[in-house]
């Protein structure tokens, strides 16, 4: 059988940086002789060159071309597609990351649904998610399918295919002549497939594009040539024009770049202004958000000064996401959400209201007689506001899109103001909201994202100003699981699916603690997410001074059941405190950390007491020893070389991984071994 896939990793002095990508196109689950690696050297001086001559003199199927520097990684892979062997060809760059199965999953997926251009699921480890990889495609569209979001290398093509349409990206190149490669086999390919039930590449950092105002101009007129040949006039060709307009024309105009130095703003100005007359018309502007339609309407009329006082008043929107409700439907956990856009200071966003009809509202210093109203006019954007929630993994940074039903309301602030604000419910099912899998174990962040009338912005959601119930759930699927709604330090909502212990389950939530004084004693009261049928395993409450060789005050605690399926359960522990000269099982002033105890373990809880003149006031752990403890308080060996040897943290992840998880697959919840401990 011949080569299945050829990948080409262009490389250019990565240091150890390439590490992990090294690794991971070496160990794939393809047999070797099915897969070839192409390593397209530009040029490097750190040693790298002959690093992959060494590897590929002991593997057959790794080949090094070693190429004068260019600077630029379009030739390179020019020459890796040249010299591809395989029937698919996968472009990554040197600091990306396979996942093991990832070329034999893209390969099948491909051949099954007959694609000239494949799209592996790609995890960032920042910034927002795709929304192209909500669900699988066998055949994609470009604009549906949102597939100008994913214009970077990172594909599957046919090479026949690429050979055929003579595919190859333009040297030397700059960042829109990259993009420009993707859409020319976007556009000219039969098929087009997303794959987004598993993560097949994980994304390195790429330098921000610095190109000459002027490549990018004519780089992007050859882009439009493209998409002219091969697109007829009408509204598919207007709204791929309309996404380099938005993203590549316009929104430099906005940005702190612009607005923060007068060097060579003139000649840009001068440059796009008459890109926009040429080639950009008023039509288009029906596809732009309200600030955008503005920098277009002030570009077609020349007015540089009102661009400039534009972009300084212009602040980045953020996003309010206040949690109303957190119930368990089942397996199923439903948050209730309040979603409202902010503008730059901090307040909600408000709109000029005329009859049904809603205005932008532009900043004072902007010259509003400029902006006709049907620039300003935001009704229909408003109107058509949504609402998208997600799950993201705080290891691994897989995202998983969440069902969510909404309204929009609008909201009368005063005579002549209103606003925008989205009601909505999303269902997180722990059984299948990975693609219909279940949540892999580890900790889920969960985030929001609005676009509505005049902003776009995305958050975390936020706990509620009152006790969050945090009643942790047995999953019965794929194995008994535990499930456990948390938040963190600094009040986000999260989602610990299979804490491996007894007392790390306490530990997830315990910033819900509560104390009172009484008697001279401390109750402190910790919430319980789940309490097994055994009442759990024996526990006390450590609490010991922040200071190196402080004291130390345990106290057995009391585990009380809540009701099943509705309160979480509560730990009480009573604690003797005295104000003058405390004995050597007392609570007396300073501050003190705190942790659960157990015969087999000690796990760190995530906050700490400060006892100041008769108060006791709870602090986050950080607020009270930062550099001495991890997030959530435990501070093991493994976490101590975590933090100061480069690469470690992967070892203590899988270290951690390999550990006996809180609940095990035994098939009868009464034999579960997990449950003492």
Same mark, same amino acid.
């Given at each position: ?27 794939? /689950? ?23 001559? /060494? ?68 995890? !960032? ?48 190149? +700059? ?33 921000? =594009? ?144 005329? +009859? ?57 602030? +005063? ?140 106290? =057995? ?24 000269? =405390? ?52 501070? /093991?060996?493994?976490? !101590? ?37």
């Amino acid at each position: 059988m011949g080569v299945k896939v050829s990948v080409i990793v262009d490389v250019h002095n990565p240091g150890d940086t390439a590490d992990a990508c090294l690794r991971s196109v070496l160990e794939q /689950t393809l047999p070797a002789e099915e897969y070839e690696v192409i390593f397209v050297d530009d040029g490097s001086t750190d040693g790298i060159a002959e690093r992959l001559d /060494t590897v590929a003199a002991v593997r057959g199927n790794v080949r090094v071309l070693h190429l004068p520097q260019t600077g630029s990684p379009a030739r390179g892979r020019n020459v890796g597609i040249a010299a591809a062997q395989g029937d698919y060809v996968f472009l990554m760059d040197q600091g990306d990351r396979l996942e093991r199965d990832s070329l034999a999953r893209m390969y099948d997926r491909a051949v099954e649904t007959d694609a000239d251009v494949l799209v592996g699921r790609l995890v !960032r480890d920042a910034g927002p998610p795709v929304s192209a990889f909500q669900q699988s495609r066998g055949r994609a569209d470009i604009l549906r399918d949102r597939l100008f979001a994913l214009l970077t290398p990172h594909k599957l093509y046919r090479r026949a295919f690429l050979e055929e349409h003579e595919l190859g990206y333009t040297v030397p190149g +700059g960042h829109i002549a990259e993009q420009a490669f993707v859409v020319r086999a976007y556009l000219q390919a039969k098929v087009i497939a997303i794959l987004a039930e598993q993560v097949c590449c994980h994304l390195g950092e790429r330098a921000e =594009p610095d190109d000459d105002p002027r490549t990018v101009i004519a780089e992007l007129r050859s882009l439009l040539d493209d998409i002219d040949a091969y697109v007829g006039e009408g509204r598919h060709r207007d709204r791929m024009y309309a996404y380099w307009f938005r993203s590549t024309v316009l929104r430099p105009f906005l940005g702190g770049r612009f607005a923060g130095s007068s060097i060579d703003r003139g000649l840009h100005f001068r440059l796009y202004s008459g890109l926009v007359l040429d080639r950009f018309p008023e039509r288009l502007d029906r596809y732009l958000p309200v600030q955008l339609r503005a920098v277009a309407t002030l570009l077609r009329a020349g007015r540089l000064d009102q661009l400039v006082i534009l972009a300084n008043s212009s602040r980045r929107a953020g996003l309010r996401a206040d949690l109303t409700e957190v119930r368990w439907d089942a397996h199923v956990l439903v948050l209730g959400l309040t979603v409202e856009v902010l503008g730059g200071d901090g307040q909600p966003t408000r709109f000029r209201a005329d +009859g049904d009809r809603l205005f932008w509202i532009p900043p004072r210093s902007v010259d509003a007689s400029l902006l006709r109203d049907d620039v300003t006019d935001v009704t229909s954007a408003v109107d058509r506001a949504r609402l998208e929630v997600y799950v993201r993994h705080a290891d691994t940074g897989v995202v998983h899109f969440l069902p969510v039903a909404y309204r929009v309301e609008r909201i009368q602030d +005063g005579r002549r103001h209103t606003r925008a604000q989205i009601v909505g419910e999303a269902r997180v099912d722990v059984t299948a909201a990975a693609m219909g899998e279940p949540l892999r174990p580890g900790q889920w962040e969960v985030h929001v994202r609005m676009y509505g009338g005049a902003h776009q912005a995305r958050s975390r959601v936020r706990r509620p100003e009152g006790p969050l119930n945090c009643l942790g759930v047995l999953s019965q699927q794929p194995r008994t699981r535990l499930v456990v709604p948390c938040w963190s330090d600094s009040g986000e909502l999260g989602l610990a699916v299979e804490p491996r212990s007894f007392p790390e389950s306490i530990a997830l939530v315990s910033p819900g603690v509560t104390v009172r004084r009484q008697d001279g004693h401390l109750y402190v009261v910790l919430p319980v997410p789940y309490v097994p049928p055994s009442g759990g395993p024996p526990v006390e409450l450590v609490l010991r001074t922040a200071a190196r060789g402080g004291r130390e005050v345990s106290a =057995p605690a009391l585990v009380e059941p809540g009701v099943p399926g509705e309160i979480a359960g509560q730990l009480v522990a009573k604690v003797p405190v005295k104000r003058v000269m =405390p004995g050597p099982d007392e609570l007396g002033p300073g501050a003190w950390m705190s942790s659960l105890r157990t015969a087999d373990d000690e796990v760190g809880l995530r906050f700490g007491l400060e006892i100041r003149r008769g108060r006791i006031a709870v602090r986050p752990t950080a607020a009270i020893a930062p550099a001495r403890r991890s997030p959530l308080g435990r501070d /093991t060996v493994l976490h !101590r070389i975590g933090r100061r040897l480069p690469g470690a943290r992967h070892i203590v992840r899988l270290a951690r991984a390999g550990k006996h998880r809180y609940l095990k697959d035994t098939g009868d919840l009464k034999d579960l071994r997990g449950l003492d401990g």
